[in-house]
């Protein structure tokens, strides 16, 4: 009687090429979020002040709140308080009334902005590095299945 264990092997291999893959695309949409900005950006924190939502047939993305330095005055302290929507209002983060957030502003610029993410998420540079190990993982499982 032949073992199980080469389907077993390769019915793991395929569903951890999948996460990976999905996991893969997904942060790679993320981190192109960044690219909207156009400039390296600085980082800071701030919080969302109003979700997304829709009055009738008209839509309002969310909007965030944060603290920059005044606009043409990039070296002065971070006092003014900006109330805006994001670049990226489709960010895959959920942006929630209340949620904090990570983001980065445009420095000559600093009513522009992109979510980063949010504190309760993993950044997008580490989420890309453990799905590509989880893609990684299932090939490698898959090839051992084989042979």
């Given at each position: 009687?032949?073992?199980?264990w080469?389907?077993?092997?390769?019915?793991?291999?395929?569903?951890?090429?999948?996460?990976?893959?999905?996991?893969?695309?997904?942060?790679?949409r993320?981190?192109?979020?960044?690219?909207?900005?156009?400039?390296?950006?600085?980082?800071?924190?701030?919080?969302?002040?109003?979700?997304?939502?829709?009055?009738?047939?008209?839509?309002?993305?969310?909007?965030?709140?944060?603290?920059?330095?005044?606009?043409?005055?990039?070296?002065?302290?971070?006092?003014?308080?900006?109330?805006?929507?994001?670049?990226n209002?489709?960010?895959?983060?959920?942006?929630?009334r209340?949620t904090?957030?990570?983001?980065?502003?445009?420095?000559?610029?600093?009513s522009?902005?992109?979510?980063?993410r949010?504190?309760?998420?993993?950044?997008?540079?580490?989420?890309?590095?453990?799905?590509?190990?989880?893609?990684?993982?299932?090939?490698?499982?898959?090839?051992?299945?084989?042979?």
């Amino acid at each position: 009687m032949p073992h199980p264990w080469p389907v077993v092997a390769l019915f793991f291999a395929a569903f951890w090429t999948l996460v990976g893959a999905h996991g893969t695309r997904a942060a790679l949409r993320a981190r192109r979020s960044l690219d909207l900005l156009g400039v390296p950006g600085v980082r800071t924190r701030g919080e969302v002040a109003n979700s997304a939502r829709r009055v009738g047939t008209s839509y309002h993305p969310p909007q965030i709140r944060y603290q920059a330095p005044p606009p043409g005055h990039p070296t002065a302290p971070a006092t003014r308080t900006y109330r805006q929507v994001p670049l990226n209002p489709g960010s895959p983060n959920a942006l929630y009334r209340g949620t904090p957030v990570v983001l980065r502003y445009d420095p000559g610029d600093p009513s522009r902005a992109v979510v980063i993410r949010t504190a309760k998420s993993y950044s997008p540079t580490a989420n890309l590095v453990w799905c590509v190990f989880c893609m990684a993982l299932g090939i490698g499982l898959g090839v051992l299945a084989l042979l």
